[in-house]
């Protein structure tokens, strides 16, 4: 889920075009526009978009 | 959601199946081990079990929170439901799971039995309805923990009396290490849990790789996270080799969240806990921490005596611990169905059971 908007220890975030408040107690320095896995109504961690690609080259050159 | 269908790439599966293959080729026998039941979910619905060379064997451990509670806390939670101005919240997975006499779903009519997305609704709650006692059934492993420490120091902060956790709280490492030591198991590398590892980084594996010259790979939930991991595994295994790596390093940081992990200290504190089928796992149970025990439900109430009878030809024990798969309960399908749910492996939508029975066809990809 993304990002939207940030007020103390919560966040709105979107996915797929629904939008819902959650908890970023645990996130250090999120950001609007941030990735993050959400669950039970808490973000536990960011998604880091530069090792999800550098995963994916991975997966691409496997031999 | 961003960086999902770039991880069901059918081409790239494909490529991922046919290298398990030749790394497979010439092994003995191995058995993977999936401790999480959103991997167990998706390896039943894209079919993954099934497509794995005959000598490489993916086995469902105790993943899934609510399948590992055991009976008796399921009766002592319904006993409280017969106490005055005490109401129950849960996540909606507990309802269903049968327990001695009752479930909480058949007690739903009373009014004094809610679901929760997340235990802050239930503080929420208490924070409105002061003349209530509103207790907490705080079942999950240590992504969950986080979400409920939380929520308890929001009610220390607003200094709710009226709001109370019962916790059936478990953590995954003590667990793994028990099973990597069975024979009968015979585990020859983890495919460690995601969202877990978020939490607690990848250190907590390394003595299981150690101790027990087991390989363990963090992996993601996607076909592509997954099939990628067991070739790690496979490929370790041919080296004889046994160390963490870590599959999932989107998410999964080496040293976890240290936010959650200070705050699940704070809150809690370990004890022996007993696993459903499994019996006693020392450390593996987290309760309410000294400094939080006005809001430990087992410290503040009194809960009313229950009788728990053990399940009869239920194999959901055999079932955790992967000794055994769900075809091979005589209940399975039969008596025991997602509607009436036997045992807890095919109540949760994480269960081996209920993953079994709700992809009897999987496909490759969707």
């Not at chain 1, 996130?27 to 109504?41: R, S």
């Not at chain 2, 806990?273 to 503040?300: M, T």
């Not at chain 2, 036997?342 to 066809?361: D, N």
Request: charged fraction near 25%; proline fraction near 4%; include cysteine.
């Amino acid at each position: 889920m993304k990002i939207l908007k940030i007020e103390g220890d919560k966040a709105i975030v979107s996915s797929g075009g629904v939008q819902r408040s959650i908890g970023i107690n645990f996130l250090k320095g999120p950001k609007i526009g941030d990735y993050v896995i959400v669950h039970a109504g808490f973000a536990i961690e960011k998604l880091d978009t530069v090792k999800a690609e550098e995963t994916l080259k991975i997966l691409e050159e496997l031999q | 959601m961003k960086y999902i269908d770039e991880f069901r790439n059918l081409k790239i599966a494909e490529k991922l199946y046919r290298l398990i293959n030749e790394e497979a080729e010439g092994l003995c026998q191995v058995n993977f081990m999936e401790v999480c039941g959103t991997h167990t979910m998706a390896v039943e619905r894209f079919g993954i079990r099934r497509m794995l060379p005959e000598n490489v064997r993916l086995i469902s451990g105790p993943g899934c929170p609510v399948c590992v509670t055991p009976k008796n806390y399921i009766d002592k939670a319904i006993g409280l439901i017969g106490l005055e101005d005490v109401i129950i919240f849960s996540f909606g997975d507990m309802l269903k799971v049968p327990g001695t006499h009752s479930s909480l779903l058949k007690k739903k009519s009373s009014g004094k039995v809610k679901i929760v997305y997340s235990a802050l609704d239930a503080v929420e709650f208490a924070e409105k309805n002061r003349d209530k006692k509103i207790v907490f059934l705080g079942i999950g492993f240590e992504t969950t923990v986080p979400t409920v420490a939380a929520s308890i120091k929001y009610a220390k902060k607003k200094k709710l009396k009226n709001f109370f956790v019962y916790s059936g709280h478990k953590v995954m490492p003590p667990a793994m290490r028990l099973l990597a030591g069975d024979k009968e198991v015979n585990i020859k590398g983890f495919l460690c849990p995601a969202h877990v590892s978020a939490i607690i980084g990848i250190k907590s594996y390394a003595d299981i790789c150690e101790k027990y010259n087991i390989p363990c790979v963090i992996a993601g939930f996607e076909p592509l996270d997954i099939l990628q991991s067991i070739l790690m595994l496979a490929r370790q295994v041919k080296l004889n080799i046994a160390k963490v790596e870590n599959q999932y390093n989107r998410v999964v940081r080496v040293s976890g969240n240290i936010k959650a992990l200070s705050l699940i200290d704070e809150v809690f504190s370990t004890h022996d806990s007993e696993w459903r089928g499994i019996g006693v796992i020392k450390k593996s149970g987290l309760v309410l921490s000294r400094r939080y025990s006005d809001f430990d439900a087992e410290k503040n109430i009194d809960f009313p005596k229950v009788e728990t009878k053990m399940d009869k030809g239920c194999i959901c024990g055999s079932v955790l611990k992967g000794i055994k798969t769900p075809l091979e309960c005589g209940l399975f399908s039969k008596k025991c169905t997602p509607e009436n749910p036997y045992g807890a492996c095919m109540v949760s939508s994480e269960g081996a059971c209920a993953a079994y029975y709700k992809y009897p066809h999987p496909n490759l990809l969707p």
